[in-house]
């Protein structure tokens, strides 16, 4: 364990690999994190429990903890939201069936996607798509990828920003499961639910104080990642403060992509070493293993 500044360890507990959208090895993500000076991390890749085998070898040789993670692509309304599971049975048949269904709405519609960016003058095949996605989960980042490979921007942030956001000229919807199922799905695997940077990016609408209530009294969503970088200081003070109105667990990290987002070096954000213990122990409670 590698002891923080303040005396607590250091832990991040959102993490990407190029297993989906990162651009690190497992491996490389989990020396870069013991070089971060941190104690622990989870690794949560989009829509997949494949990368975490590796990221468990390399912690044990590394001296970071690594907690199996996974962050799973939901939708409220048609909203995307993302659901943070922590410590689900990697083998559990209903969440994989559910999470390989995810994935396939997330590739099935790049063909579609390369055609609406060749049309508005960006010549794109999925190829070119696929070249960038070496992991299980394909998605737009490595649209995004292929674009900036490809000279027509300058990089991921402005692909998302001028061509792949919602409701942007080149984007086409997808299917992902109806986020309160999801939670159910995480629990049934004997997993911890914390919703992904609640209110980052113009969330906040969709997401409001009622609807996290009713997410944590109904469906018993375990907690809140409220120090994340897309959260800016205000909003994680309200965040924070709903938090401790409904009792439940905060979290924090970077939501670190190696070289595919700018503003989330690893540690970025952190979570307190007890709401770790916690998390370790709900997880032992309900019969898995983190
Ligand atoms: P998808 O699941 O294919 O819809 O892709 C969503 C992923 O794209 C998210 O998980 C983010 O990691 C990434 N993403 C979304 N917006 C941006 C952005 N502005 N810059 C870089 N990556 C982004
Ligand atoms: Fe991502
Ligand atoms: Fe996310
Ligand atoms: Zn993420």
Redesign the pocket.
Known sequence: MIIGLNGGVRIDLHT?TLV??GTDTPTQLVRKAAEAGLGAIALTD??TFDGLREAKLAGAEAGVEVLAGM?F?TQTGGA?V?LLAYGCDPHNEPLLDELAKVRVG?SD?VPTMVAKLTELGMPLTVADVVAHAPGT????????DAMVAKGYVA???E???LW??EGSAAYVD?Y?TELTHAIELVHRANGVAVLAHPWG?GRRRDLPESFLTELVNEHHLDGLEVDHPDHDADTRADLRAVAERLGVLVTGSS?H?GL??RNNPLGAGLTHPDVFDEIVRRIGERGGRS
């Not at 989960?137 to 995004?144: C, D, N, Q, V």
Request: glycine share 6%.
């Open positions: 990407h989906s959208d989009h829509d962050e692509s995307s993302h997330r519609r989960s394909l998605g737009r980042p490595h649209i995004a990089h991921r942030d692909a998302f920003r792949l956001h997808r992902s990016r939501d992509h595919g987002k």
